[in-house]
């Protein structure tokens, strides 16, 4: 263990990373209040790539609780859409009917759940306001040169089949994706079926998940202990990822400066190198996350992560009321 310099703190290395100590192990500093976490507290965008429906965002002044609950939630507790019942009428392919319609089942679905409510009841028929209908029906066949057509069965063949008032009701229901492979045909093979898609979290299924990935890490901070010239500062940037390291010129001499430390993932080469390991110290900033959520492709990312965090304040909400039911 190092202990700070100022402060009765203490960071512990791990992998030959240092993590600054809690604020627990500050020993005899004033408790931080509800309103001094606020004041710390900060969302920044760094991030946000429409098209790939990619986010990167900081999360700055929380601790590790508070972050893993949004990224939990994000992956299990924001409701989607996803095909769940299938009615199968015939398939003489070679895909067993289970392999096909769990196939079908993955299929992420472009629509937005909050227009939709939860199906009350399993065995009732579904009406517009809880049930999606999609309808598959392909046969494969040779055209006039001899060719096949209908070979290929994709998620682009899945059908929306309105229910009582939809069509008027949205525009464009479709699978995220149009051309995930479903099943491979020979002539004269053919698929007819419906499929249901209803409300659900991924806590009941992985398909009814709204993010593809929902990850965080802390911010890495890499301080230069001694000034690092010649063919060690060359070294040291190719210890670590392009950007990382930038080398600039002083007096004719290759001077290595930190640029870009975000760049840095599990980067520890440097270690490797006597002459640069005692002159390097890599860090990570005990409350700064980097969060990176990919949605599925029903909701942005940006419209996710405030579905989450509304979500955690409702269980707060909801916790705080128990704990005044007790009168603890």
Known sequence: MKP???????????????????????????????????????????????????????????????ANAIRRILLAEIPTMAIDKI??????????????????????IKVDPRSFISKANDDEEGTEDDTIQFELKVKCHKDEKDKLKGNKVTSGDLKFVPIGNQRNMYIDIRPVHEDILLAVLKQGHEIDLKAFCYKNIGREHAKFSPVVVATYRLHPQLRLLNRITGQRALTLAECFPKGVIKISKKDDVDVAKVADVRKIKCSRNVFLHDELKDDVEVCTVKNHYIFTVESAGALTPDKLVPEAINILKEKCRFFLSELKALKV
């Open 4 to 66: 700070e310099s100022d402060a009765k703190v203490y960071k512990l290395k791990q992998f030959s990373v240092w993590s600054d100590g809690s604020e627990e192990a500050n020993y005899g500093a004033k408790p931080k209040t509800v309103e001094d976490l606020m004041k710390e507290f900060q969302i920044k965008i760094m991030r946000l790539d429409e098209e790939n429906m990619d986010m990167e965002f900081d999360m700055i002044g929380i601790g590790p609780p508070i």
């Open 87 to 108: 009615h199968l009428y015939n398939n003489t392919t070679v895909i067993p009917d289970e392999v096909l319609t769990h196939r079908i089942g993955l299929v992420p």
